[in-house]
């Protein structure tokens, strides 16, 4: 077996040699090896940190490296041969992770370190892990009676299928969905637009008015034509894939064409569509899974259980603070609503708005209150511009740089780059920016192997950095919204996270042992530049004129920065609330009655009775955050003052190395609230964030 691929990772993985038959023969050996191994750090008689923690950690890192590459395969390039192996392997990789944390016998070693005097003289960082481990250990059941760590056992390995079916079933009701359009007068239309050049505005009025596609732009019908092109047809595809969804909801004049693309979008995965894709029993069965698991580990709910290894201390608490930012947004939401409402009426003759207009309407009134529109900000915004942008802003913060470097990927699409810093290289990081079919909606960063010391030296950090941009087409190249920007900086906050620590013990190195609801700081956190001219105007260069960022529609961007802030403020809480609440009450029966009581006492926004958007909440349900939705809005308030930091100062390098050094360079080392105050010197305040969302109070029309 020496030439299986997936048996030698080690720095960059030969991802063009992979092939599916490698494996199941490369993790069934690993797990064999493993458990020999395993087998025989419980038979030393000695109990030392390097003979039990550091050699366990040896163990199963070999075996997560390489279930890792093959779940970030599954999320980006899926097919069906793939899937049917990631399947048939979920049982079996979730049993032998199960196995190591009920194991009662590792569990002694690791409190025996703990309670002998060789603890004293660990390093900071290895204590912490050591704490987190035993901690883990105990919420995994390892103190359970054997029966029960059968029970135990047997919930987590149906709660990783069902995650990973709930997530394949939203993957697959997406890609399933297509709208066909053989429009004479829109290819007349693009061919005219394509061979001479229009305004932003004529751009938009380039097909006739009988047209079924009028008012999308150019580089939206282009997407189209290329997705049919890629099936050998003609005209024009349009799919849910987020840039073809949001392209249609938001320039579209074809009201039935919104209102069909908004019910096909939020039924996914749901009763309302193909059975087999239904995620209404996966809920309800997740949702059983996490209240068993909760009773048996002796927490009141799987809420509580959730917080055990978060800042926020109690479900209560949690609510509190989203219904207390809901009461603050809720004026500023009111008149965003009323806003549109009016504007409707008025200027589009829409007396009674639908949940399908409701971004169309917005996107006008933006274009006439601001007298700006998204598709002219993107004109200026190359992807490659971006890109160095993003890593010119890394240099000047951290003295970071970044170079590509050419190695095997999984798709043609995908950059690799090293960070370098005197000359030497201390990281990497994969760029998978563009949507498809077979790739995981969303965006998010993983990483392939995290910091640690070995013998033979530093193993570098590598993480994935995976989002789903409009595609180019052709040869052209793709041009970024400020949205999309936006995701980029945020994403890449994270794997900055993961690429920056300084800790060398992998359990709490880079984002490892973080509190999952100040994950989201460093991201958020990143956002904030975006909003910065210098920073704009670096990384623009309009597609005709080659000029950078014009100051007079920088300007324009940010009397617009705050645009619905209120509405969209209230829609995360909204998500959050229901995730906490769900959790916290064990509503595996009526957890669609929950919904919709939060969407009584939070939204402002009517809401269709068939809209589904939970059977595709795969936050909540297939992505790690159960009961933790609400780390997105906790960590904005920790972001925003951090940010308030630079706001301040005029030395923003040596801001940055301290930014670097208390937050990233730590990763979960210590507790993110001390160092959060080591940065900061003080706690958390919430002033920042309401000034950022321009949600201060006398804010208010």
């Given amino acids: 077996m020496s030439d299986n691929v997936l048996l030698q990772l080690q720095d960059e993985p030969r991802f063009d040699a992979i092939e599916v038959a490698q494996i199941e023969p490369a993790m069934t ?20 940190w390097d003979n039990t923690v550091t050699r366990l950690t040896d163990i199963t890192e070999q075996v997560g490296r390489i279930w890792g590459v093959v779940a970030h395969l599954n999320s980006v390039v899926d097919t069906p041969e793939l899937r049917a192996v990631y399947n048939g392997l979920m049982p079996e990789v979730t049993q032998f992770f199960t196995e190591i944390s009920l194991d009662i016998e590792l569990y002694g070693r690791f409190k025996a370190i703990k309670a002998a005097p060789e603890f004293a003289q660990l390093s900071a960082a290895e204590q912490k892990k050591l704490d987190n481990d035993l901690r883990d250990f105990v919420l995994s059941g390892a103190e359970l009676n054997p029966e029960q760590q059968q029970v135990f056992a047997a919930l987590q390995t149906e709660s990783a299928q069902l995650s990973a079916q709930f997530s394949q079933n939203v993957m697959d009701a997406t890609d399933a969905f297509a709208l066909y359009f ?133 479900p209560d608490q949690v609510t509190t603070f989203l219904r207390d930012l809901a009461a603050k947004a809720r004026p500023f939401a009111e008149q965003d609503k009323a806003e549109v409402w009016a504007f409707a009426k008025e200027s589009l003759a829409l007396d009674d708005p639908q949940p399908w207009d409701f971004t169309y309407v917005s996107e006008k009134l933006r274009e006439a209150k601001y007298s700006f529109s998204e598709q002219e900000v993107k004109k200026y915004f190359p992807v490659s511009k971006v890109i160095a942008g993003l890593f010119a802003q890394i240099k000047t913060l951290y003295g970071i740089s970044l170079q590509q470097k050419t190695v095997p990927t999984w798709h043609k699409d995908v950059r690799y780059y090293e960070l370098m810093r005197d000359g030497k290289v201390f990281g990497g990081v994969y760029m998978d920016l563009f949507a498809r079919e077979g790739k995981r909606g969303g965006a998010w960063m993983n990483d392939y192997r995290g910091r640690r010391v070995l013998k033979d030296g530093t193993q570098s950090p590598i993480a994935y950095l995976v989002c789903n941009f409009t595609p180019p087409v052709g ?227």
């Avoid at 930091?645 to 609230?673: C, N, P, Y």
């Fill in 29 to 48: 050996q690993a797990m064999t090896e493993a458990r020999a191994a395993i087998a025989a750090v419980k038979a030393q008689t000695d109990i030392t």
């Fill in 475 to 701: 040869d052209k190249e793709s041009r970024l919204t400020h949205d999309e920007i936006v995701t980029l900086f945020h994403e890449m906050g994270h794997g900055l996270h993961h690429l920056l620590t300084q800790v060398d013990e992998l359990g709490v190195s880079g984002i490892n042992g973080v509190e999952w609801d100040a994950v989201e700081l460093p991201s958020q956190f990143m956002e904030n530049f975006v909003w910065e001219y210098d920073v704009l105007q670096g990384m623009s260069e309009h597609e005709s004129t080659h000029d950078a960022l014009p100051k007079a529609l920088y300007d324009k961007m940010i009397a617009a920065k705050n645009f619905q802030s209120g509405l969209q403020t209230l829609r995360q809480i909204e998500f959050g609330l229901f995730d906490m609440l769900i959790y916290q009450q064990g509503a595996a029966e009526n957890w669609a009655s929950v919904l919709l009581d939060v969407r009584r006492e939070v939204a402002v926004l009517p809401s269709m009775e068939y809209n589904r958007f939970a059977h595709s909440f795969g936050h909540i349900f297939a992505g790690g955050y159960s009961a933790g939705y609400y780390s997105y809005k906790w960590a904005e308030l920790l972001s925003a003052d951090a940010y308030s930091a630079f706001e301040e100062t005029e030395d923003v390098a040596a801001m940055g190395q301290k930014f670097w050094h208390e937050i990233l360079a730590v990763g979960g080392s210590r507790d993110a609230m001390a160092s959060f105050k080591a940065f900061r010197g003080r706690e958390p305040k919430i002033d920042a964030l309401l000034r950022h969302s321009g949600m201060l109070v006398g804010e208010a029309a």
């Fill in 182 to 314: 053989d429009d004479g007068h829109a290819l007349a239309g693009l061919s005219q637009s394509a061979s001479s050049p229009c305004s932003a505005d004529a751009e938009t009025e380039v097909l006739e008015r009988d047209s079924q596609l009028t008012g999308l732009p150019v580089d939206a019908l282009a997407m189209f034509a290329a997705a049919a092109e890629a099936e050998g047809k003609t005209g024009y595809k349009i799919g849910l894939q987020i840039p073809h969804y949001l392209a249609v909801m938001q320039y579209s004049d074809n009201r039935a064409l919104r209102q069909q693309m908004y019910q096909a979008y939020v039924t996914r995965a749901s009763e309302l569509g193909d059975a087999k894709l239904d995620n209404t029993a996966n809920i309800k069965r997740i949702l059983e899974i996490a209240a068993q698991e909760a009773q048996l580990l002796g927490f009141a709910n799987y809420a509580e259980l959730s917080l055990a290894t978060k800042m926020a201390e109690t």
